[in-house]
């Protein structure tokens, strides 16, 4: 009976010998093993170059009446058929016209340095003409729904359109001719010819040589004149 006793006794020991040993490992273990920690990804930079900004010149808009040459796609403009004449001309007190292709036309703008612009409903006459008529509605509904306006290095005029079907499309004018007289000019540089310097924006210049041999205009803050003459080169 003793022995039996002894042999219980024996095994218990050893269950708890095996089980003491197992949480010793196991507390070992746990304070020699280290977790490796898992890298994190380079955190995203939200910091995005800040844009430049656009600045176009409105006072060229002043300096020409602009002769339409094409419209439409920019990658391929319809070219304005020969003997049709479209003009356009911007005034410095927001209004503008001039010639549609058949009738003559009238509005009001908004410009801004930034390339924006915005045409008002236009009016215009309602004469009849054997020709331009289909080219003339289509440019008036282009002029109308303008966004934009641009000059590129050879000094053409471009104004952005919305199409319904593509939406930007394209105004493309020239510079036309202007008499000397009895016209409203614009000074838009002055100072040396290789490098004039702008007018600024918000100053407005303005010059006008009558038949009778008097100049007069807006020096930008009062108004003055003055007699002229011209002389041939």
């Not at 003793?2 to 218990?12: A, E």
């Not at 507390?27 to 170059?49: D, F, H, Q, R, Y």
């Not at 002055?190 to 100049?215: H, K, N, W």
């Amino acid at each position: 009976m003793d022995t039996k006793i002894d042999n219980l006794k024996h095994k218990k020991w050893a269950v708890f010998s095996v089980v003491g040993l197992l949480l010793l490992s196991a507390m070992v273990l746990g304070a020699c093993s280290k977790e490796t920690p898992t890298p994190l990804p380079p955190p995203i930079s939200t910091n995005t170059p800040a844009a430049t900004p656009v600045f176009v010149d409105v006072n060229q808009l002043y300096a020409n009446p602009w002769v339409l040459v094409g419209y439409g796609d920019p990658a391929n403009p319809t070219v304005i058929e020969e003997g049709l004449v479209i003009t356009l001309e911007f005034m410095s007190d927001g209004q503008l016209g001039v010639f549609s292709g058949c009738n003559n036309y009238s509005g009001t703008f908004q410009a801004a340095s930034d390339g924006t612009l915005a045409i008002s409903p236009l009016a215009t006459t309602r004469m009849a003409c054997p020709t331009g008529i289909d080219q003339e509605s289509v440019y008036l509904t282009a002029l109308q729904s303008t966004r934009s306006f641009n000059f590129n290095n050879q000094g053409r005029l471009s104004l952005t359109y919305s199409d319904p079907s593509q939406p930007d499309q394209v105004l493309i004018y020239t510079s036309g001719a202007k008499s000397l007289t009895d016209t409203n000019w614009i000074l838009v540089s002055y100072g040396d010819p290789a490098a004039p310097q702008a007018v600024p924006e918000d100053t407005v210049i303005t010059a006008v040589f009558s038949t009778d041999g008097m100049l007069s205009g807006f020096s930008g803050c009062n108004q003055y004149s003055a007699s002229y003459t011209i002389q041939e080169q």
